[in-house]
Structure formats: structure tokens, C-alpha cells
């Protein structure tokens, strides 16, 4: 009896980051059978960390500083994707645009002060991403097609705001959001603090737990009366202040905002939730996943720039990556049950 | 045609689109203040070649239900190796394209069908791949083309409009309507993007014909990217994303569900023509550049409202709680 | 009924199954299946829910393995690994769910998967046999051109059958082809069966409504827990006989449980309850603490009243009062709001979330009473969860695996226990409460539903099992092609709820 309970104790403590928590998300796991999951990322892991410990200047505070820093655009809004593709979602096209159009409402509304420049640009994003969330949660819209439509018209809405040009801002009281505390950029912290934030909203509130229920079966959720549209919306407006977070740090970085400002972020985003293990169905994976996820990219192309492989390379594994744990994901959500 | 023939939305939408653009192209002298020459139907059919087999590739995947991301890394890939195996023989390089991408896309098809993992999360993964392989490749940079014969010739003017390009285009979408519309193929595939258990239960070889339909998919998008490098006469190790949304927006209008189980090549051809249309319609009056995005934001917008199944339930709901609101029984019976 | 000179040749074998057995994770749905099909004979396949005859059409079309027994066909015996396979040897089925493809049209879908059709498409004699099968089945109104989504339910079933009819097959399986179907629809399937038969073709007919199955078929086989009770001649058949075949002996009440309604509790009241094809002006004033039954099979519509009860018909219309306000229908958020809990009769695909934990399951649908301002408190989670494990008799040790882990039953148990003690639930609406579970755990969740009823709540349940019916039910209504056929207040016996249920007429 005792061992019986000391195992299933100790599977839990291995498949779940917080065991107090009763609803173990990614669950599914008998005790000591190493699933599909555990086999890929040891083969993936090992030689990745075998190699990366013998990279010259690898094992260096100045390269942790440089991989976590390169995390953080990305992650932020790789966090805000994760809570949009557990609400089942899938994904979001319209991200790099969102992005460039909150970053140039920040710089223009600098002459506002700080404070009230990041709360429009908050609400900008927020705003201009819940509305997608409201017609996939309350209409049922295909995301795709939707938030292709959303990319066209905000990208539209670039175009139109800055007239193709280059927005400048009038003041640059922004660039403390290029300091660095601690040795560490701030949007490193920022992406730790998104992190938490997202974690405590998933499995402390009830919105949260609702995501992951509405995301594995939307029709159960509906039959059982769960309010699906509202929980969408959530996710969707939380999605929409990551963007919004990334698309600030980006218009500091760069002083100035033009129409390709968002870049591959749109994909970039992806690749990182997908890396941490959520599902594109829905119903499962974490922030600390994606956490995961967006680290364990930016740790394989640093190990690939240190050992002088060219750019390309590092998206051609980051591709093969993303192929592969999903492809785990996968066999590990249908194994037991087939 | 009859009313109900146009009732059908895979044949609405691409009839109407297609009507709408041609008589804006016709209209455009209005704004533009210049007369349409033959030269602008040769720009736009130019246009359309070069989005056309992109749009074709993704469009059949998504009457099948399946939604093909890597068509663009294909498209890329394509160009990159027709430039680089067809310096002396264009021929050569066209077909270690189209192998290639029939070889990737067959790779794919086995995965999706096989193991029966959402297309999407693997063809964006795959998509990711080909982008660095590209760029492992090429060097991150553009490849020029050495073969100026071959680059003339792809573009030559052909009765006035044409060109060997659009014309192989063209051609590869009347083709594939006759296969679909003319064979059992077709039907099968609308079928299993429509409802895939009642397919496998009526005894459609439904795996087969995923892997058959990624494999096409593949070597249509990396023909297209061949033709559009020697266009070029460079090939572009990243295309981004703009290729694929614009062919997905082709595919929509074309009458084409992401659900699934509607749509046909014929009606292909009209949405990638009526996205080539718009271009060039932007070009001669010199629209500003977003008033295209808007357009296109507006008929996806359509679109997602015709499709949205929440959308209908409550109209539903509004109109039975109407249908009810007169006859309010006084009282319970005892 | 066929003249004497289209007799079928029953001393000769065309289709011979023998000692077929399947089980599914170790629990056997069919365990001795045995019957002989001739050449031209309409063979009638009945049985009781769970009796194992689904399963048997599965492994005879080629959709299941056996895993003992065997099939011949035209006396050798043969394998079925495929659909395909099963085409090849003449094997055409129309399948228990309906699986024309609304994307295609009628003549495409006529032709979808037969192996017969040429790659190459031949319009017009495609068109032309499509039209003559068409006509064939009364279905002069519908066009080979016209899109599958422009018919009704009633007439998709009509296709496909005429399909499966058209397919030149040697065996022809119908597996409830007429639930959705009305008494005219029926009466030219009947006719079109007759006359494949005619042809020399066997027919598997299996069917709920046993007076059709005695008008049509010339002999009987019935299944019971997934083995042959007999083969009769039909003519030698009452209904009344076949249901006792069906059931080995009738159920009876057990004791009078019916309970009288108290004076002071509150009730559902549903007046006029409608759902456009499905269900005609339901009424029905449900008191609380007491259990009501809605006996009818599918396609009877009594699983549209509970769906629509719970919000999920959004063209439904009609009164509905609970406690004496007006319960807005439509809208499943709402109806959850207002105190109604539904559990569907499919508890994969609407009901359960099968990744989640038990733990997590069961909290589902009340987190936003576990905490304050939608934060949650994890103390106050756990409680709840023991406590509801507690009353609901699940293993405590189980809470945190996965309900895909748990067996059938206790999935159940978990479905039901997820709307149970909690204070903002009325009304609580089953469908098929029991479906999939075995004895023990049905036991175990009709105590739940009585204890329910106890405790104050409204309960209202919908069945196709007599014994289930029976033995919960205070009040029974039986229903029929959407229409209520009679009401029984405790004096019910299981033959008469039979009868009622499968060719009864609407008494009201």
C-alpha cells in the first residue's frame, strides 16, 4: 500500500511541476514506463548538453546573459500563444502585425509620458487581440482565416498610421526598457514575470483551469454549461498583452518602428510553444513548457553560433526540433488510448 | 447558369470574386486616367503564375481538410535547386525540384496519415526545416541565376498575354481539374475533408490518398518556386510568409473551406486570378499599398461569417425565441 | 408479403457465421454468435441494447476482426480485415451512423467508395443508373446533382440505403436503417429490400421496431449478452414472443417505488417543448424528488427533450419554468446558470475530459464555487473533490490519474457524481445514464439518481433499457418519432413499454 502510494506520489512529482495542484495537466502517464516523450528528450538532450558543455566560452555568465536575452522577445509572446493554443485555439497569425501597430502607437504616444504611452500600447494590443478571441469563442471562427483577415487589416492599419515610413518618437523617455539590472536586459525579467503570472493564472484561477477544459473538448465544456466564449476571450486578451509587452520592447530596442518591425515573431512564437510540448489541439502544456521551449531554442542556436555553424543551420534544427517533439507529443496523447 | 448551380458557395464565391476584380481591372481607367493595354493582362496573368501553382498546392490540401504550411519552404526550396542543378539544363533543374518536393510532401503525407497527426503543427515544423536548408544552402543570400536564355524565355510573351510561365500554370490547373473533376479522385478527396470516418466507412483508401495528395501538393509548390527563380533569375532563400497568406487568400476566395470538403481546381484558378488582378488593379491606379490588405481583411472577413457555426446558432436562437415570444402560456397546467 | 413463387431458398447456406466472439479490453461484446443467411432471405437480427449485434455487423462488414469464429460467403470461408476486403467478396452495409458525406452529391456519394464505380467518371450512366435507383426508392423529388446538405436526415438514410441496395452486392447489411425514417419513407425501403431480395441477394436486417422486423424478414435471429438465442421463422412470431426471446423473462417492478410528490416542492414545468424534426409539443411538469422516466429509442425524441432542456437545441421553442422562472433554453450557459445539470449520452465525445484527471473532472463544472474572485483556493478544491469522490463511491486512490484510465463504469460514475451535491443544481437531466456500464456499476449509479431524487432535485432521464426504466422510474413517459406515446404512473410492465416504444402511436 505504502510503495503503491510512493510511486504514484513520486510519478506525479515527475510529469507535474506542482504537485499540491489536484488537476495534473499533462497527465496520462502510468508509473515507470518512460514514455515516447521521456525517450525523445533524452536522445535529444544529452548529446545537446554533452555538446554544449564542451562549446568553448559556452559555460560563461556573459553567454547565459546572451541566451536569455535573445529568449525574451520571442517568450514573452511564445507565453501568450501557449495560454490561445491551451484554449484550443491553435494559433494566431496576425502576431507580427499586432506587434509592429503597438510598437508604433508607443513610440508616438511618447510625448504622453511613460506610463500612460505603455498603458495605450497595453490596451491597444489587448484590445485589437481579445476581439479575434471574441468571434473564435463566441462564433466558433476559424482561427486560421480569421486572424489572417486580422493580420491584413492591422497591417493595413501600419501602413496607413506610419505611411510606410519609419515613426520616430518624440521623446525617448523609453529607453529604460533598454537598461539592463542585475547584468540582465529587462525584458529577461519581463519574460520571467509574464511566466509567472501566466503559470499562477492557468492553475490558480478558475478562468485558467477553464482553458484547459474548454481546449481538450470544446463540445463537453458546452454541454456542461462552461462559459467557452468568456474563457476565450481571456485567453485571447492575455495573448494580446504579451504582444503587446513583446511589440514595447521591441520599439525601444530599435528607437524607431517600421511596417517589418514584427519580423518572423508570428512563427517564432509557435515554434517555441510547440517545442515546450502544448499540443495544437489543446486542452494541455504549460507556461513553464513554453518557458522551456523558448530557452531550449535559443540555448541550441547559441551552441550552434559558438561552434560557427551559419544562421541557417540553427533554423534548420530548430524546424527538425519542432518536428520531432511534435511528433512525440502526439504518440504520447494517443498511446494508452489506442 | 441557373440559380441553384451558383447557390453552392465553392461556386459563389469564385464567380462572384472573379466578376467583382474584372470589372474593377475593366473600370480601372477611371482612376488611373490611362488606358488598359494588353500589356496589364500580361502583368497580371504574370502575377498569377507566380502565385498561382502556390495556391493551387495549399487548395487541395484543404478540400481534403488539411492545411499544408510548408508549400512556402517548398516553394523556396524548388527555386534554390532549379537555379543551382539547372545552370546548364533548365529542364534538369525543374525536375530536381519537383522531385524534391514530391519527396518531402510524400515524407509528410506518410506522417500525417500514418501516425494521423494534425497536418498543421508538422507542416510548419517542416516549413521551419526547409526555410534553414534553404539558407544552409545558398549562404543566407540570394542566388543569381546564370542562364539568361532560360530567364528570357519563361517570360516571353506568348498572343500578346501569356507567357510559358503563366501558361504552364494554367496549364497545371486544367489539368488537375480534369483529374479531379473527371475521376473518382476528385470526389474522394472532397469527401475526406468533409467527413473521414463516413469515408473510411464507405471504403475510401483514405491514407493512400493523403500521402498521393501531400506528394502533389509538394511538387506543384516546387514547381511553382522553380519557374518563379528562373523568372528571377535569382532565388530568394526566404520568401516569408507573404507567399503562403496570399495563396491562402486565393484558395479562400477560390471557394475553398479550411473545414474541409468544398472546393474544386476551376474554382482555384478564379481566386488565384482574382488575387492577381487585385495587384495589378493596385498597380495601374497607384492605390496606396494597404487599400489591397483592407480589401483582403473585408472578403476574409465575409468569409469567417459565412463559416462560423456559433454564428448561425444564434441566429437560430434569435429566431426561435421570436417564433415563441407570442404564444406565452398564462398559466402551468395543474 | 412475398407470393409463394419468390419463397426463399431457405435449405440453402449463402452466408454462414459460426461461433463468433469478440471482446473488447478483455470484456466480450459477442460471445456465440451463429446464424445461417440464404440467398434471397430478409434475416432479421434483434436483440436487446448491448446484446452484441453492432458488433457482429462490425466483424460481418469488415470494420472488426473476430477474435474466434467464422464467416463463409457462397460457402467458402473468408477473411475480412477491410472494408475493402468485405466490398470485394460482395459485402455492401449501410451503417448503424449515417455516413453519406454532406459535402458531395447525392450521385457522388452514391458512388463514393464502390468499388465497382470506374476511375474515370462516366457522367451520364452514372447519372442515369443513380436516377433509376433513385426512382426505385420513391425518391422522384430528389436530383443526382443536388447537394446532400439540401436533404433532410430522413432522406440522407434513404440514400444510402438505396446505395448499399444498388451495389449488386451478394449481402446486403442494414443496421437500423429506419430509425430516422418515417412510416411512408420505411414503406418504400421495405418494398426496394424486397425486391434485391427478389434478385437472389441476402439480407441482415437489424432494427429496433419489431413489427416491421416480423412484417419484412422471413426468420429471426435474436442475440442476447452476445450469443444466438434462436433462429425462428417469422410467421411463426408474435411481437410479444420476440420481446421474451429478447429479454430471456420480462422484468417486473420490483417493488412500488413510485413516490408521491410532496405538496411543497418546487417543479419543472415544460409546456409545449418543440424542436423542429425532432420532437412535437413535449409537456410534461416534473416535481422534484421524484424520477422521470423518458422511455423511447433513437430517433423518438426523447433525448432532444433533455437536450434542449439543457440549452443545447438553439431552435427550440416552447415554455419551460423551473421553480417558477423561466428558463432561457437556448443557451447552455445559461441553462447551467439557472441551476440545470445535463449529462449526455456520450460521455467521450460530450461529457468527459478524458486527459484530466479524475480530481480534475470532478471539479469541472463547479470551480467557480471553490474560491473567492476567481482565484481558487486548493484546500477548498481537494475537500470537494473527497467529499464527491466519497459520495460517488470512487476509489480514493484514483483521484489523479486520468478518467481514459477508469473503466466504463466509473467514468460514469464520475459524469454523474460531477453535478451531484451542489447547491445551484435543480434540475438534473440524464441521457442514457447507464449506457457501456456493467452491473455493478450501474447499481452503483442508480442509488446515486434515487439518492438525488432524495435530496430535493428534480431527475429526469431518458432510456432504451426496460430494467433501467423499470426500476427508477416514478413516472415512465414513452415516446416515439417525437411524439409521446402514453404515460404510466407505476403501473408499467416491461412488454407494454416495449410495444410502446417500438410501434406504439401517440394516445395524446
Redesign the interface.
Known amino acids: 500500500m505504502t510503495s ?2 510512493g510511486s ?1 506520489h513520486s510519478a ?1 512529482l515527475a510529469t507535474h511541476p506542482d504537485p ?6 499533462p ?2 502517464r ?1 508509473p515507470r514506463r518512460p514514455g515516447p516523450l521521456t525517450v525523445a528528450s533524452v536522445v535529444l538532450l544529452l548529446p545537446l548538453a554533452v555538446l554544449a558543455v564542451t562549446t568553448d566560452r559556452f559555460l560563461t555568465l556573459d553567454n547565459a546573459r546572451a541566451i536569455l536575452a535573445s529568449a525574451a522577445f520571442v517568450g514573452i509572446t511564445a507565453i501568450g500563444a501557449t495560454l490561445v493554443m491551451i484554449v484550443g485555439s491553435a494559433v494566431s497569425l496576425a502576431v507580427s502585425q499586432t506587434a509592429t501597430v503597438v510598437a508604433m502607437v508607443f513610440l508616438v504616444t511618447q510625448h504622453l509620458g511613460l506610463l500612460p504611452a505603455v498603458l495605450v500600447a497595453l490596451v491597444c494590443g489587448v484590445v485589437l487581440t481579445a476581439v479575434q478571441g471574441a468571434a473564435v469563442g463566441y462564433w466558433d471562427a476559424n482561427p486560421i482565416v480569421l486572424t489572417i483577415a486580422a493580420g491584413f487589416a492591422v497591417g493595413a492599419a501600419a501602413t496607413w498610421f506610419s505611411g510606410g515610413t519609419p515613426v520616430y518618437p518624440a521623446s525617448d523617455a523609453f529607453v529604460v526598457f533598454n537598461r539592463t539590472l542585475l547584468g540582465l536586459p529587462l525584458s529577461v525579467y519581463a519574460l520571467l514575470a509574464v511566466t509567472v503570472l501566466a503559470h499562477w493564472l492557468l492553475r ?4 485558467g ?2 482553458m ?2 474548454v481546449g ?2 470544446r ?2 465544456a ?8 468568456r474563457v476565450t476571450v481571456l485567453a485571447w486578451a492575455f495573448f494580446g498583452g504579451c504582444i503587446a509587452v513583446t511589440g514595447i520592447f521591441l520599439a525601444s530596442f530599435n528607437t524607431a518602428a517600421t511596417v517589418t518591425l514584427g519580423g518572423t515573431l508570428t512563427l517564432d512564437a509557435i515554434a517555441a510553444v510547440l517545442v515546450g510540448g502544448t499540443a495544437i489541439a489543446g ?2 502544456g504549460s507556461a513553464l513548457q513554453t518557458l522551456g521551449g523558448a530557452l531550449l531554442i535559443s540555448v541550441i542556436s547559441d551552441v550552434l553560433l559558438l561552434r560557427g555553424y551559419s544562421t541557417g543551420m540553427q533554423i534548420l534544427v530548430k524546424g527538425l526540433l519542432v518536428l520531432v517533439v511534435v511528433i512525440a507529443v502526439h504518440l504520447r ?1 494517443t498511446r ?2 489506442r | 447558369m441557373s440559380r441553384a448551380w451558383l447557390a ?1 458557395p465553392e461556386r459563389l464565391m469564385p464567380v462572384v470574386s472573379l466578376a467583382v476584380v474584372l470589372a474593377a481591372f475593366v473600370a480601372s481607367p477611371l482612376v488611373s486616367g490611362r488606358q488598359l493595354e494588353l500589356f496589364d493582362a500580361y502583368n497580371a496573368l504574370q502575377g498569377f503564375a507566380q502565385l498561382g501553382l502556390l495556391a493551387l498546392a495549399i487548395g487541395i490540401t484543404m478540400i481534403a481538410g488539411e492545411f499544408d504550411l510548408s508549400v512556402v519552404g517548398t516553394y523556396a526550396l524548388g527555386g534554390m535547386l532549379a537555379v543551382s542543378a539547372g545552370a546548364t539544363s533548365p529542364l534538369a533543374g525543374v525536375l530536381a525540384a519537383v522531385a524534391a518536393g514530391a519527396a518531402i510532401g510524400a515524407v509528410q503525407g506518410g506522417l500525417i496519415a500514418g501516425l494521423r497527426i494534425p497536418s498543421m503543427p508538422v507542416t510548419l515544423a517542416t516549413y521551419i526545416a526547409l526555410l534553414g536548408l534553404t539558407n544552409v544552402l545558398s549562404g543566407g543570400l540570394s542566388v543569381t541565376y546564370p542562364n539568361s536564355d532560360a530567364t528570357l524565355w519563361v517570360d516571353k510573351t506568348i498572343a500578346g498575354i501569356f507567357s510559358p510561365r503563366s501558361l504552364v500554370t494554367l496549364g497545371a490547373f486544367l489539368a488537375l481539374a480534369l483529374l479531379l ?5 476528385g ?2 478527396l ?2 475526406i ?3 473521414r ?9 483514405v491514407d493512400r490518398r493523403l500521402v498521393g495528395l501531400f506528394t502533389l501538393s509538394g511538387a506543384l509548390a516546387a514547381l511553382g518556386g522553380a519557374l518563379l527563380a528562373y523568372s528571377y533569375a535569382s532565388a530568394n532563400p526566404d520568401p516569408g510568409l507573404q507567399p503562403l497568406i496570399l495563396a491562402a487568400v486565393a484558395a479562400l476566395l477560390g471557394g475553398v473551406s479550411l473545414a ?3 472546393g474544386a481546381p476551376l474554382g482555384l484558378l478564379a481566386g488565384a486570378l482574382s488575387v492577381a488582378l487585385l495587384a495589378q488593379i493596385v498597380v495601374t491606379t497607384a492605390l496606396p499599398d494597404y487599400s489591397t490588405q483592407l480589401l483582403y481583411a473585408a472578403l476574409l472577413a465575409v468569409i469567417v461569417a459565412i463559416e462560423s457555426p456559433g454564428l448561425h ?2 441566429v ?2 434569435i ?3 421570436r ?2 415570444s407570442p ?3 398564462p398559466c ?2 395543474p | 408479403m412475398s407470393g409463394s413463387a419468390a419463397r426463399p431458398a431457405l435449405d440453402r447456406v449463402q452466408v454462414r457465421v459460426e461461433g463468433l466472439a469478440r471482446a473488447f479490453n478483455g470484456v466480450p461484446a459477442v460471445r456465440d454468435a451463429s446464424f445461417t443467411v440464404g440467398p434471397g432471405e430478409i434475416h432479421g437480427l434483434c436483440g436487446h441494447n448491448g446484446a452484441g449485434k453492432s458488433t457482429v455487423v462490425k466483424m460481418l462488414s469488415g ?1 472488426l476482426t473476430p477474435d474466434h469464429g467464422r464467416i463463409a460467403i457462397g460457402g467458402t470461408p473468408v477473411e475480412l480485415p477491410s ?2 476486403a468485405a ?1 470485394r467478396l460482395g459485402v455492401a ?1 449501410v ?1 448503424q ?8 452529391t447525392v450521385g ?1 456519394n452514391m ?5 465497382d ?5 462516366r457522367r451520364r450512366t452514372a447519372r442515369a443508373r443513380c436516377r433509376q435507383i433513385l426512382d426505385g426508392m420513391g425518391l422522384e423529388h430528389i436530383r443526382p446533382d443536388q ?1 446532400v446538405t439540401t436533404l433532410g436526415i430522413g432522406e440522407r438514410q434513404l440514400v444510402e440505403i438505396a446505395k448499399a441496395l444498388s451495389q449488386n452486392a451478394r449481402v446486403v447489411i442494414l443496421d437500423e436503417p429506419t430509425a430516422t425514417l418515417s412510416d411512408v419513407e420505411s414503406a418504400h425501403v421495405f418494398a426496394a429490400i424486397r425486391r434485391v431480395a427478389a434478385t437472389g441477394c441476402s439480407i441482415i436486417f437489424v432494427s429496433h421496431r419489431l413489427s416491421e422486423v416480423l412484417d419484412l424478414c422471413d426468420r429471426v435471429t435474436v442475440l442476447r449478452d452476445g450469443s444466438t438465442v434462436a433462429t425462428t421463422a417469422a410467421e411463426q412470431l408474435t411481437v410479444d414472443e420476440l420481446i421474451v426471446q429478447m429479454l430471456g423473462e420480462t422484468p417486473h417492478r420490483l417493488a412500488a417505488v413510485a413516490k408521491p410528490a410532496t405538496s411543497q416542492a418546487y417543479a419543472l ?1 415544460i ?2 417543448l418543440s424542436v423542429p424534426g425532432r420532437l412535437v409539443n413535449f ?1 410534461l ?1 416534473a416535481r422534484a424528488g421524484r424520477i422521470h422516466a423518458l422511455a423511447g429509442q433513437l430517433g423518438s425524441g426523447a433525448s432532444d427533450v433533455l437536450r434542449a432542456l ?3 437545441h ?6 419551460v ?1 423551473l421553480r417558477d422562472r423561466t428558463v432561457p433554453y ?4 445559461a ?3 439557472d441551476g ?3 449529462v ?1 449520452n456520450d460521455r467521450k ?9 479524475v ?2 473532472n470532478l ?3 463547479r ?2 464555487h ?2 473567492r474572485g ?3 483556493r ?1 484546500g477548498r ?2 475537500d470537494a ?1 473527497r467529499s464527491i469522490a466519497d459520495l460517488a463511491g470512487l476509489p480514493a ?1 484514483r ?4 478518467v ?2 477508469l473503466s466504463g463504469g466509473n467514468q460514469q460514475k464520475v459524469f454523474v457524481a ?1 453535478c451531484l451535491g451542489r447547491n445551484d443544481v435543480l434540475a438534473l437531466l440524464l441521457d442514457e445514464p447507464t449506457r457501456g456500464v456493467d452491473i455493478g456499476g450501474r447499481a452503483a449509479i442508480h442509488r446515486l439518481l434515487r439518492e438525488a431524487a432524495d435530496a430535493g432535485l428534480v431527475v429526469i432521464f431518458a432510456s432504451t433499457e426496460l430494467e433501467e426504466l423499470l426500476e427508477l422510474g416514478d413516472e415512465i413517459i414513452t415516446m416515439r418519432d417525437g411524439r409521446i406515446v402514453r404515460r404510466y404512473q407505476g403501473d408499467a410492465d416491461g412488454s407494454a413499454l416495449m410495444r410502446d416504444m417500438t410501434h406504439g402511436v401517440d394516445q395524446t
Do not use: C, H, M
Open positions: 503503491a502510494d504514484r506525479a499540491a495542484d489536484p488537476t495534473p495537466t497527465g496520462g502510468l490558480r484561477t478558475t478562468a483551469r477553464q484547459y477544459l481538450e473538448n463540445a463537453a458546452r454541454a456542461a454549461g462552461l462559459p467557452v466564449g486542452g494541455r496523447t494508452g488510448w | 453552392r473533376g473527371g475521376t473518382r479522385l470526389r474522394e472532397r469527401a475533408g468533409g467527413d470516418r463516413a469515408s473510411r466507412v464507405t471504403g475510401v483508401r474541409g470538403g468544398r446558432r444564434t437560430d436562437r429566431r426561435a425565441r417564433a415563441d404564444r406565452r402560456y402551468p397546467k | 470494420q472494408r475493402q466490398q452495409l451503417d451512423e449515417l455516413s453519406v458525406v454532406p459535402a458531395l457522388e458512388l463514393l467508395g464502390d468499388i464505380a470506374p476511375l474515370v467518371n447537394p414545468r409546456e409545449g409537456d411538469t439543457a440549452g443545447l438553439p431552435k427550440a421553442t416552447g415554455n419554468r437556448r443557451d447552455p450557459v441553462a447551467a446558470r440545470i445539470a445535463f449526455s465525445t460530450e461529457g468527459l475530459f478524458l486527459d484530466k484527471s480530481a480534475g471539479v469541472a463544472t470551480l467557480p471553490l474560491g476567481g482565484v481558487l486548493p478544491e481537494q473533490v486512490g483521484l489523479r490519474e486520468p481514459r484510465a460531477r
